[in-house]
C-alpha cells in the first residue's frame, strides 16, 4: 500500500513553469507504474504522463516536449516538471500508482488527493 500527497500547484502566466511533487509513503514509488492524470472542470480525467518500473517513460500528445516527469527513489518522490505552460493546462493535477504497471485510469490502485494547477494572464 502507499500513499500519496502533492504539492506544487499554484497560478502561473502562460509561458511560466511549474514543478510538481508526489511524496509517497508506504511503498516505494518503483514498485508501481507512476503518473501524473489531470482533470480540468466539465472534463473527464486525463493522464498527461506516465513512468513505468522499469523507469521508460510516456506522455501525451498535448503535453510532448513540455512536460518531463521523473522520479526520486531515493527520497521516494515522483516529480512533473511543467514548461510552457497553457491556458489549457488548467486543471486540478492527481499522483497515481498502478500495481500491475499499466498506468491506466481503470487499473489505478492509489490516487493522491489533487493540485490545483491555474495558467491565466
Known amino acids: 500500500q502507499v500513499q500519496l500527497v502533492e504539492s506544487g500547484g499554484g497560478s502561473v502566466q502562460p509561458g511560466g513553469s511549474l514543478r510538481l511533487s508526489c511524496a509517497a509513503s508506504?511503498?516505494?514509488?518503483?514498485?508501481?507504474?507512476m503518473a501524473w492524470f489531470r482533470q480540468a472542470p466539465g472534463k473527464e480525467r486525463e493522464r498527461v504522463a506516465k513512468?513505468?518500473?522499469?523507469?521508460?517513460?510516456a506522455y501525451a500528445a498535448s503535453v510532448q516536449g513540455r512536460f518531463t516527469i521523473s522520479r526520486d527513489n531515493a527520497k521516494n518522490t515522483l516529480y512533473l516538471r511543467m514548461n510552457s505552460l497553457k491556458p489549457e493546462d488548467t486543471a486540478m493535477y492527481y499522483c497515481?500508482?498502478?500495481?500491475?504497471?499499466?498506468?491506466?485510469?481503470?487499473?489505478?490502485?492509489?490516487w493522491g488527493q489533487g493540485t490545483q494547477v491555474t495558467v491565466s494572464s
Open positions: 497515481a500508482a498502478d500495481s500491475r504497471d499499466f498506468c491506466l485510469l481503470t487499473t489505478t490502485d492509489y
Open positions: 508506504g511503498r516505494s514509488v518503483s514498485a508501481y507504474c
Open positions: 513512468i513505468y518500473r522499469s523507469g521508460s517513460v
